[in-house]
């Protein structure tokens, strides 16, 4: 079974379908299709009640205001995108019950996106600090969660001329981790239950 759920706007037989195979059956050869990929069925059926021509960010940002638990609401979530090709990641952090961007950092050259998920942790925890907030972080990453619980970026990734910045600013994360050990609560992103991470980048 796929992770994923297919909208079919304009096809054969327009729907919402949990496989790529049952979707391609649909557009493949047919003029001018229209369809796209969901990681929620929610969220993919309310996408095709709304049409191929709604604002899907605010179809999104509408599904997760009526579904998300308010305590999930009050935060903020965090994400990393990497390009496989370029080598390249950036990372932000968004306010969850607005879908407001708060920070983007990136491209970083030689990077992983390990590394972005925990920077994308710390940076988010800072932000709040800065603010006097005590919101929690969210993240899909458990990687990340407990790289950041033991303080440090665990990672294997080689030191290089053009990473040098990322590398900079590993050694600032666990440097601010080490002097805020009381800082807000970082938990874990159900995408299972939840629909996809508010902060993702939309490339998978």
Sequence with gaps: MSDKFYVVWRGRVPGVYATWEEARAQVE????????????????????????????????????????????????????????????????????????E????????????????????????????????????????LNAMHWVSAGRCNTTLTPTARNAELFAQIAWAERWLRENPDHAPVRKWHTERWGENPADFGRK
């Design 29 to 100: 050869g047919f003029a001018n299709a229209r369809y796209r990929a969901f990681k929620d069925r929610a969220q993919a059926e309310a996408a095709f009640a709304a049409g191929p021509e709604a604002d899907l960010d605010a179809l999104a940002l509408d599904w997760r205001r009526q579904h998300l638990p308010a305590e999930v609401l009050q935060g903020y979530a965090v994400d990393a995108a990497w390009n496989a090709q370029t080598k390249t990641m950036h990372y932000r952090g968004v306010q969850i019950a607005t879908g407001q």
């Design 102 to 141: 708060i920070f983007q950092h990136g491209p970083f050259e030689d990077a992983t996106n390990n590394v972005g998920e925990f920077l994308a942790i710390v940076r988010g925890l800072d932000w709040l600090k800065q603010r006097g907030l005590c919101a929690p972080i969210y993240t899909d990453s």
